[in-house]
């Protein structure tokens, strides 16, 4: 397939974007694209441009702290980039937050792309209708004034992009008079001239420069912002430059490498403290205006240790020699990939590039080959999924949170679930059968939840305590079912009057499991699993699909009847399964392989698990959110579980879905976030269209395809998408398939 070249025009605004940029340049020319750039004759910019041997044109300079000058210098600045732009005719505009090129690509009408790592400065981005904002995903598109559908994000953090190129020469140290003895710290001044200065990070600065002064040990390599800075930090301390305590090299110097060969680094915020984290070199921040998302993440994993006052200099500052290895970790390749894919993404959504000659083809399902490779991934991802449940635990009501979301403070529970914590149980009760640690108390949790059954409201709820009962403690099943929740359960609950087809399929799911636990009263539990079977197959229509419910109190719930949600499908095929396994009803078998072929056979050229289905016509009519739960956990469990009664094999549907978690989706995103060992929940439809995609589905409007431009990754974690990953792959294979399970391989048929 081949692809038409773009013409991308590139500025550097800042001394910190010309290494940034670098691997970005080289990754467009492999894909065919050519850029050309220009630089503002500011810091070092040029001095680096040039020792990176980049082409560039000069335009520009900075014009002072004065706020009024700079807003002019900003303007000035954009009618001298407008006529080199205009000669060259670039198809994209790209920098990370140049004013300047924003503003000057609105006056040509050129799309621009404007990158950024603290949501505190100031974005011009409502000048430009065209243009799109690009940030680290830790930073969330609520706590900024960007408009939802043109924000886009990449794994890592900035300096991630380009930290696993450094080739580290230790002749740097020599070079700049150092000794081998020495302790070496880098010092980077904060930024006077920047509209977000704080003067209390001035104050910070000299009490961590008078600290070092005092270790007779310590060197420092100051690295002033421009020149007239480097004057006045000489004036301050003119004995420290006498002494060759401190010293200003005198050129520009390789700031990557020069961090690598340093002891520590002690900077006023941005980049270098960046660098230094994402090249695991300590470093201390006297940054004292708001603290961005990007530093709260660095500080929570360790990586940055945040100076608040001048006691934190003398008690939080460790002098010691480190001993750097030949070569440093290596960074996140995939945020150079993500930041050029979703270039190469905004070129085709505006019609400045695109395929020639392509074809829109279904990806194949899986190879034998491939089946093995993801199946190999299985039991890591398993481990990685477990890793991230006791911070969603609350250890005090012994109960697992709602949802684990994003906020000020970092990520953090939102309230308690019930109904979760007892999906959470089943995953662990199936990963500790597999020899899993025994990292929680199952039982423990288990028992306040049976022995008061005064929290449940619903049906669905009794029938998964009555699962996970009939799992982990099969003794308590039958003292469980005399009581009336149980006997009269299909008479008290409002599910089953109305025909949830959830809820319904839950209870069916316990009960059958008690059936085969071995519970006594067997006549019970026939009766109410038949008759529960009953009232969810009336749901099922004849394309396989299953509507949400049968009865509605209103206009809108009985237009919603007859569309299904994924949820509504998945679990009526595993509680079918199960029934037909424990009761021996082979057509039951039957209509779950029904649903579970249906669904396969809508299933997404990437292995996507629609949302919404219409029961009448078997068409999809809602395609997102697409949940990594649905991939990772619902849809495995549910296929894994028809394919132990029916006997057929769904292997590649199961693990063509699992793909998706591992970045074969629409936005390239590998869901896994792997500081938190969390798993993201979805990729969603911004905007209007979150909302009104259910409510249009549901009176049987069918979705118009969405632009990649149009989706967003939802990144919070919910405990019970744990649980079903676990409940359907902790065993590496299958849940567990109980004794007295009956071989329905016929239904195939």
């Known amino acids: 397939m081949s692809r038409k070249p773009a013409r991308i025009w590139i500025d550097l605004d800042n001394s910190p974007h010309v290494p940034f940029f670098v691997p970005i340049i080289q990754e467009l020319a492999k894909r065919g694209h050519s850029t050309f750039l220009t ?285 750097p290895s030949d070569t440093p970790a290596a960074g996140e390749s995939r945020s150079l990939q993500a930041i050029v894919d979703h270039v190469e993404r905004i070129l085709e959504i505006t019609g400045r590039v695109g395929s020639r000659g392509a074809t829109a083809t279904r990806p194949p399902l899986p190879t034998r080959a491939g089946l093995d490779e993801m199946k190999n991934e299985v039991p890591e991802l398993v481990r990685f999924a477990v890793r991230g449940l006791p911070q969603m635990f609350d250890s005090a009501t012994g109960l697992f949170c709602q949802a684990f979301r994003n906020s000020s403070q970092g990520f953090a529970r939102a309230g308690q679930s019930r109904r979760y914590t007892l999906i959470t149980l089943l995953g662990l009760h199936e990963y500790q059968a597999a020899g899993g640690e025994k990292a929680f108390d199952l039982e423990g949790i288990l028992s306040p939840l049976r022995s008061d059954l005064g929290w449940i409201d619903n049906l669905g709820d009794l029938g998964l305590l009555l699962w996970v009962c009939s799992m982990l403690k099969p003794a308590t099943v039958e003292e469980l079912c005399r009581r009336p929740q149980v006997k009269l359960a299909l008479s008290q609950y409002l599910e089953a009057a109305r025909g949830s087809t959830m809820e319904l399929s839950w209870f069916l799911s316990g009960v059958s499991h008690a059936a085969l636990a071995g519970a006594a009263d067997s006549q019970l539990l026939s009766s109410l699993a038949f008759e529960t079977h009953r009232l969810v197959a009336q749901n099922q229509g004849e394309h396989g699909f299953f509507g949400h419910h049968t009865k509605g109190a209103n206009l809108a719930e009985r237009m919603r009847a007859r569309i299904g949600a994924f949820a509504d499908q998945v679990y009526p095929i595993y509680a079918f399964s199960r029934f037909a396994q424990a009761f021996s009803v082979e057509e039951a078998a039957k209509d779950a392989l029904r649903c579970a072929r249906a669904i396969c056979h809508q299933q997404g050229p990437l292995g996507q698990w629609w949302w919404h289905y219409d029961a009448v016509t078997g068409k999809v009519m809602s395609k997102y959110p697409v949940f990594s739960v649905h991939q ?118």
């Open 39 to 323: 630089a503002r004759d500011c810091f070092q910019v040029c001095d680096l441009a040039d020792l990176y041997h980049l082409s560039y044109k000069r335009v520009g300079r900075h014009h002072g702290k004065h706020k009024l000058l700079k807003v002019g210098g900003l303007c000035y600045r954009a009618t001298q980039l407008l006529p080199v732009a205009w000669r060259e005719g670039p198809d994209l505009a790209l920098s990370h937050g140049s004013r300047s090129q924003l503003i000057c690509s609105a006056m040509m009408g050129v799309p621009c792309i404007s990158i950024f790592d603290y949501e505190f400065a100031r974005s011009l981005q409502f000048l430009h209708p065209k243009s799109w904002t690009m940030a680290p995903e830790v930073i969330s598109a609520e706590n900024t004034s960007i408009q939802r559908e043109r924000f886009l994000t990449y794994p890592g953090i900035k300096e991630d992009v380009y930290v696993a190129g450094l080739k580290p020469d230790p002749g740097i140290r020599t070079a700049l008079g150092l000794h081998p003895e020495d302790l070496v710290v880098t010092l980077r001044p904060p930024a006077e001239e920047a509209h977000y200065h704080s003067p209390q990070s001035d104050e910070l600065f000299r009490a961590a420069v008078e600290f070092l002064a005092s270790h007779s040990g310590v060197r420092m390599v100051l690295l002033p912002r421009n020149h007239k800075q480097g004057v006045a930090l000489e004036h301050r301390w003119p004995r420290l430059f006498a002494e060759g305590k401190i010293r200003i090299p005198d050129h520009a110097v390789d700031g990557l490498n020069l961090i690598w060969n340093s002891d520590l680094v002690i900077s006023g915020g941005g980049t270098m403290n960046r660098e230094a984290a994402a090249l695991r070199v300590p470093v201390y921040s006297v940054f004292r205006g708001k603290i961005g998302a990007v530093d709260h993440y660095l500080a929570k994993n360790g990586r940055l240790v945040l100076l608040e006052t001048a006691d934190d200099v003398h008690t939080k500052i460790v002098l010691a020699h480190r001993e």
């Open 632 to 749: 990772a956990g619902m849809a495995p469990m549910a296929l894994i579980a028809v394919g132990q009664a029916s006997g057929v094999d769904f292997s590649p549907n199961i693990y063509h879905g699992l793909k998706w978690i591992y970045g074969s989706n629409e936005l390239n995103c590998d869901f896994r976030e792997t500081d938190g060992n969390l798993i993201w929940r979805s990729i969603y439809a911004r905007r209007y269209r979150r909302y009104w995609r259910p409510l249009a589905a549901r009176v049987g409007v069918p979705e118009k395809p969405l632009r990649p431009s149009s989706l967003e990754v939802l990144r919070e974690a919910w405990p019970y998408e744990v649980g079903w990953l676990l409940y359907a792959f902790a065993s590496q294979s299958a849940p567990t398939i109980p004794e007295g399970a009956r071989d329905l391989s016929c239904a195939r048929a």
